[in-house]
């Protein structure tokens, strides 16, 4: 069974508004990892956030996380058109069992120009 | 550097066929993964490896099987391709733990379609 629940599973914006995105999960993590996908192409590796940190920023990406809450959240600052995609979180369970990966089904944002 | 290479990018099998999905990564990372696509379904995890010779069952290994005779190479095999199989499958790979924690870098994906 999948690891994440995603919510919304759909959101659509204007460009320049700011788009929020819910992960939760059901059981303790080593870190949490955000992914987008362009329609039709594989996943790009966005943020990854530790079970130890609770707030995360990459440029226009903001990522928090609450462990006793089991979700996480990304959130997107002033949207372009080109942030169209999916976006999925993943969790990895322990620090040394790599290439674990579990996914969420995924919110699909559409930014309107 | 290439990153993660997959072939190839389409595929059509008739039922009962076999094949191998090629994955490659020139990154020189110890972690490798497969995992399928399906619609509102997400990504789910086959088959994973830590190292060459070391490979572990996913959420949804059953039609499938791996080896990982180097560390570069992680190729997926279907043993007598069925409908269910009709998906598009994802190879990826990371840096292992001693080497601090990464996001995984992912292949651009294998469109299967079985007939």
């Known amino acids: 069974s999948q690891q994440g629940e995603e919510d919304p599973q759909a959101l659509s914006i204007q460009e320049g508004e700011n788009a929020t995105m819910n992960c939760s999960y059901k059981?303790?993590?080593?870190?949490l990892q955000w992914y987008r996908q362009n329609s039709g192409r594989g996943l790009v590796h966005l943020i990854l956030?530790?079970?130890?940190?609770r707030e995360k920023h990459s440029g226009r990406l903001r990522v928090t996380l609450d462990t006793s809450k089991k979700s996480s959240s990304l959130l997107i600052t002033a949207s372009r058109a080109a942030d169209t995609a999916s976006y999925f979180c993943a969790t990895d369970r322990y620090y040394n069992q790599g290439g674990k990966l579990i996914f969420g089904q995924g919110t699909e944002l559409s930014v309107k120009p | 550097n290439a990153g993660v290479t997959q072939t190839p990018k389409f595929q059509v099998l008739k039922t009962g066929q076999s094949m191998t999905l090629q994955c490659a990564q020139d990154?020189?990372?110890?972690?490798m993964s497969w995992y399928r696509q399906d619609p509102g379904m997400g990504l789910r995890l086959i088959h994973y490896s830590v190292g060459a010779g070391i490979t572990d069952q996913g959420e949804v290994p059953n039609g499938y099987n791996v080896s990982r005779s180097t560390t570069e190479d992680f190729p997926l095999r279907l043993l007598s391709a069925a409908p269910s199989q009709t998906s598009v499958y994802f190879c990826?790979?990371?840096?292992?733990?001693?080497?601090?924690?990464?996001?995984?870098?992912f292949g651009s994906g294998t469109r299967l379609t079985v007939v």
């Open positions: 956030i530790r079970s130890n940190e």
């Open positions: 990154m020189n990372h110890e972690y």
């Open positions: 059981t303790s993590i080593n870190n």
């Open positions: 990826a790979s990371s840096y292992s733990s001693r080497r601090g924690k990464s996001g995984y870098t």
